[in-house]
């Protein structure tokens, strides 16, 4: 399993942190990236991807990142049955 980059688990720790209302796309992108001056800040579409590589990540420890359409993300966590 490749292991989950820093800004990947800041991710992680801001949704964890926003509880069940979960975090605007927007806001994830500033709290990542809204300090760094305008000539080097990543494209708006970096977050979804920094997001899909997370939630393949987090999987096998039960985490599910959910998408919340036309919003963002919010952490639910995956409880496995046993039969």
């Known amino acids: 399993m490749t292991p989950i980059t820093p800004t990947e688990q800041a991710?992680?720790?801001?949704?964890?942190?926003a509880g069940p209302k979960g975090?605007?796309?927007d806001?994830?992108?500033?709290?990542l990236y809204g300090h760094?001056?305008?000539?080097?800040q990543p494209d708006?579409?970096?977050?979804?991807?920094l997001?899909?590589?997370?939630?393949k990540?987090?999987?096998?420890?039960g985490i599910r990142i959910?998408?919340?359409?036309?919003?963002?993300?919010?952490?639910?966590?995956v409880i496995h049955e046993v039969h």
């Open 66 to 77: 959910e998408p919340i359409r036309n919003f963002g993300y919010r952490l639910t966590e």
């Open 57 to 61: 990540k987090v999987r096998v420890q």
């Open 23 to 25: 975090l605007h796309t």
């Open 44 to 49: 708006s579409r970096i977050v979804p991807v």
């Open 11 to 17: 991710i992680l720790d801001m949704l964890q942190e």
């Open 27 to 31: 806001r994830i992108w500033t709290l």
């Open 36 to 40: 760094r001056p305008e000539c080097d």
């Open 51 to 55: 997001v899909c590589n997370l939630r």
